[in-house]
């Protein structure tokens, strides 16, 4: 029987012979001969397993030699098919007839999960090597999640008739008036919830502060018409999945209440309407003291040992650009993050600097909602897709039926040049299923682009945080006219009583919205917790040297100082690594970082 004939037998065939031989070598400790394993323009990506870090090796020499120095350490062993994964799978990728498959395996540590792509030797199946390989911990020994056969019984609760119940227990855990916890994370999204989550189920103690007065705020407070702009399918929270009725594009005030649920079913420890007031850290003690102003205006000063910034990929500071002439405009200026809705500029004449997503969906619900001029200034040229089917094909793995889980552990073996090819084909397909709206936005003098690279939106996502749109009306609104756009590069100044062109035409108005974007989470850094410790992390987001986002999620050069972001199917893979790490700190398993 061939690769060809029996499709689900042929997968299984295919990686067990795989498994067998890999497995083997990693038993002998052989470097040379686990390398053998993988093409020889392979790649082999380690997300803490081996390394304690989040690692890229291309090709068989680069894999050979990591092995030198990995394999004594780290000791993987006890190689198997995974329990309770995605089946091996016969699919094609990039036109690449291949067999996708998970295994277990044990190191020193703890238990990993891998993943491999396999290329299918159509003479030799039993002899196809993996083009893509992932190996990452997904727990330590000895420190397992408390979940399915691990929960707790409750037997305690049903017992006791004279002591404290499972109410009153989690309202003294909250209060940490006998206590300070081990990790504080700053920031009550997504992230932090994610985070906070996982690090309980590791048996660490976490408390979140939120500056909002509730959980959710962050989304609620958000123009009135936002909507995520990916599927639902995509974007579960660990632990608690969306219920399968939900709409497959989620309202934010939805999502807000979900996630105050979440931390209500997770039993997060949440302190809400409480400000981070900055922290300083202790070299010698290796503590961080942190200073928190409850909501009563009470300050609270917390000795920790990890310090988690929680705020956005980006970050929570928005970016006010100097315009010529702003301070000059007699009319209100707000930046997107402060516009609620549409509803209160009725009549009004509106100019919104900015076109990426919040500028194009700001623009709309002005326009919508009955202003009497909506003008956009595109300070950029933008890459613009529709919302259906052309943004949602970057996620479209999450469609193929397998759980999330298992398509996170997918996404992440995705090496920077795989990547790159991926998304350049993607944005082929896109821009000839949008090439009509693409047309007619050129020809109303809206200017897109697609990166230098053609790689598209996501890229841009990935690189840089923002640049794109993901068309839910507005193109449609400027292409009909009804949206006015105005190139940056054409105005002259702001006036008091609009803007003034460079050839003498004004745009009046009554209101400026500024959608330009978030600075750096570098710059949040620096507000926080002062020059030194900014200057020592660096940049946030954008591709590092192994095609991981930069200081996201694992260990920064500030001792104890961590990073926790993303979109919400990010946050919920990359937690995991960041939870582990903390742990494992904890627990005096994580080795002393080699400083750069």
């Known amino acids: 029987m061939t690769v060809l004939d029996n499709p689900t037998l042929a997968a299984d065939e295919v990686f067990a012979a795989w498994l067998d031989e890999f497995g083997a070598a990693l038993e002998l400790a052989e470097p040379a001969r686990v390398a053998d394993c993988v093409l020889e323009n392979g790649y082999w990506r380690d997300m803490l397993a081996l390394t304690w870090g989040f690692n890229t090796y291309a090709g068989r020499a680069d894999i050979t030699a990591a092995l030198a120095a990995l394999l004594p350490e780290a000791l993987p062993k006890a190689v198997r098919a995974a329990k309770g994964r995605t089946a091996p799978r016969l699919l094609k990728r990039s036109g690449k007839r291949v067999v996708e498959a998970f295994f277990d395996f044990d190191t020193t540590a703890g238990r990993g999960t891998g993943f491999v792509r396999l290329l299918v030797d159509p003479v030799r199946p039993h002899r196809s090597r993996a083009w893509l390989l992932l190996t990452s911990l997904q727990e330590l020994h000895g420190f397992e999640e408390k979940i399915g056969d691990r929960r ?46 996982r690090l309980r189920q590791f048996g660490v103690d976490a408390l979140i502060v939120e500056k909002h007065g509730r959980i959710g705020d962050n989304w609620r407070t958000r123009y009135h018409s936002l909507t995520l702009h990916n599927e639902v399918w995509a974007n579960s929270l660990p632990y608690v999945p969306f219920p399968p009725t939900w709409p497959t594009f989620v309202p934010k005030d939805k999502l807000a209440g979900f996630l105050e649920a979440y931390a209500e079913f997770m039993e997060l420890n949440v302190w809400t309407g409480t400000e981070f007031a900055g922290a300083d850290y202790d070299d010698l003690a290796k503590l961080w003291t942190a200073r928190v102003t409850r909501a009563d205006g009470t300050l609270r000063v917390l000795r920790v040992p990890h310090l988690v910034l929680a705020t956005g990929s980006v970050s929570g500071v928005p970016n006010r650009p100097a315009l010529p002439g702003l301070d000059d405009f007699g009319g209100e200026v707000l930046h997107s993050s402060r516009f609620g809705s549409g509803v209160r500029y009725r009549g009004r004449r509106a100019i919104v600097v900015g076109t990426g997503n919040s500028g194009h969906d700001v623009a709309q619900e002005l326009q919508s909602n009955g202003a009497a001029q909506v003008t956009m200034v595109q300070r950029n040229p933008t890459c613009v897709v529709s919302l259906v089917p052309s943004g949602t094909l970057v996620y479209s793995l999450y469609s193929e039926g397998p759980p999330n889980e298992d398509i996170d552990l997918i996404t992440a073996a995705i090496p920077y040049p795989v990547l790159r090819d991926t998304y350049q084909w993607i944005t082929k397909t896109t821009c000839r299923l949008d090439n009509e709206l693409l047309d007619k936005l050129n020809a109303a003098g809206f200017e897109t682009d697609f990166e230098p690279d053609a790689t598209g939106f996501h890229m841009k996502y990935l690189r840089r945080g923002g640049g794109y749109y993901i068309n839910v009306g507005c193109s449609d609104l400027i292409t009909d006219g009804a949206i006015g756009v105005v190139q940056a590069r054409d105005i002259d100044r702001f006036t008091e009583g609009g803007l003034r062109l460079g050839d003498g035409r004004t745009v009046e108005a009554d209101l400026v919205v500024l959608a330009t974007g978030y600075q750096n989470q570098q710059e949040a850094i620096r507000r926080l917790l002062g020059d030194e410790v900014a200057d020592k992390v660096g940049p946030v987001w954008g591709f590092d040297e192994d095609g991981f986002m930069r200081n996201m999620w694992k260990r920064t050069a500030q001792d104890h100082f961590w990073i926790m972001g993303g979109a919400l199917n990010e946050s919920r893979l990359y937690s995991r690594a960041l939870a582990l790490q903390i742990k494992a700190e904890l627990e005096g398993l994580l080795p002393a970082q080699n400083p750069s």
């Open 152 to 197: 707790p019984t409750g037997v305690e609760y049903s017992e006791n008739f004279a002591g404290d119940n499972w109410l009153d227990q989690r309202v003294k855990e909250q209060a940490y008036t006998d206590r300070d916890p081990e990790v504080l994370v700053v920031g009550g999204g997504q992230a932090g919830l994610i985070l906070a989550a």
